[in-house]
């Protein structure tokens, strides 16, 4: 009985694909253990001993600034989900298996087809995956490696583009929130000849130690930079950013940390903010006791107002069949 559901349930998948216009293709899943290997040099710094990573973390643990006070990220969610030589591997920072789940190679290229057609920058005939730090990657046909992290970032450079010509902005310079171990400032760096910089900030010490590892693993540190908390919140001679992106990490801070970075990004006068919840059903955070505020009015508070909203997957039938049905946000500020 299970065989012939299962069957009934991939025929009617193909059936909707063909509806659809898309081809499905023979992959060939080649995952964690696609002949990287770590070297020594990465090994020997990606350790929960290394004097940087401590140093980082005391620093942290002894400001006192509500972005501090975790409600997801906590000590607990770190050990559990997060190792070090494998930070791109399915965990906190970029959920893989378990957000498309059953029939992931599928549901990836249908991703794949409908980042295809809305990618007017070409970003996938320029930008690579190689699959390391045991990112999981898919081959579809002759097309190179491909992974959650090379698609998601060309889907919101181009929705950048498309809303705000961020690749015709001369020496654009991006404020990234929450940037995680920096997969946006990567991907950006390779995408916009016109970008001057890239500026990365964390409140999880663990973000932003591998956030500076990673950029200058990938030797993009001439424009993107990871820049400590406490410089960050203390600076006194800012940027002056054209645009800041929060990509998820709202949506996992309690209300209090929310308002502090937006508080930040008005004070700096940042003219738009992007902003990406990973809640379906709006813009609301993570508290302490696993309560959700919405943080919609105290971004519009702020002096932004909505720019646009569009689905992160523009075709319905696509959303339905990853079941993904995340939104861009982007605020612009009202003069």
């Not at 950048?160 to 404020?175: A, M």
């Not at 919609?296 to 909505?306: H, M, N, W």
Request: hydrophobic content about 40%; glycine content about 6%.
């Amino acid at each position: 009985m299970l065989a012939w559901i299962t069957g009934l349930l991939n025929r009617g998948i193909r059936a909707v694909l063909d509806f659809l216009g898309f081809e499905i293709r023979r992959v060939r899943k080649v995952g964690s253990d696609s002949g990287w290997t770590c070297p020594s040099d990465a090994a020997a710094a990606l350790r929960s001993e290394n004097a940087e990573l401590i140093g980082l973390k005391a620093t942290y643990a002894a400001l006192d600034l509500p972005v501090c006070n975790h409600s997801r990220w906590d000590d607990a969610v770190l050990q559990r989900e997060l190792s070090l030589p494998s930070f791109r591997a399915d965990n906190a920072y970029v959920w893989q298996t378990r957000q498309l789940r059953d029939e992931l190679h599928l549901k990836q290229y249908i991703i794949l087809r409908y980042v295809e057609s809305v990618d007017q920058l070409n970003l996938l005939d320029v930008l690579e995956e190689d699959g390391a730090f045991d990112c999981l990657t898919y081959r579809y046909g002759d097309r190179g490696m491909v992974s959650r992290d090379l698609l998601d970032s060309v889907n919101e450079i181009n929705f950048l583009d498309r809303q705000l010509g961020v690749g015709s902005i001369p020496d654009l310079k991006v404020l990234d929130i929450g940037a995680g171990y920096g997969r946006l400032a990567h991907r950006m760096c390779g995408s916009l000849a016109n970008l001057r910089l890239y500026d990365c900030v964390d409140a999880v010490a663990e973000s932003s130690f591998l956030c500076d590892f990673y950029i200058k693993y990938r030797g993009v540190e001439g424009v993107a930079r990871s820049i400590p908390l406490q410089d960050f919140a203390q600076n006194t001679e800012p940027e002056h950013y054209h645009l800041a992106v929060n990509v998820h990490s709202f949506s996992e801070c309690t209300i209090e940390a929310v308002r502090w970075w937006v508080a930040r990004v008005a004070a700096l006068g940042i003219p738009h903010l992007l902003v990406v919840p990973n809640d379906k059903s709006g813009m609301y955070t993570t508290e302490v006791g696993g309560e959700k505020h919405d943080f919609l009015p105290d971004i519009l508070a702020a002096g932004y107002k909505l720019k646009c909203e569009e689905p992160v997957y523009g075709e319905p039938e696509v959303r339905e069949l990853v079941r993904v049905y995340d939104n861009f946000f982007l605020f612009e500020r009202v003069e």
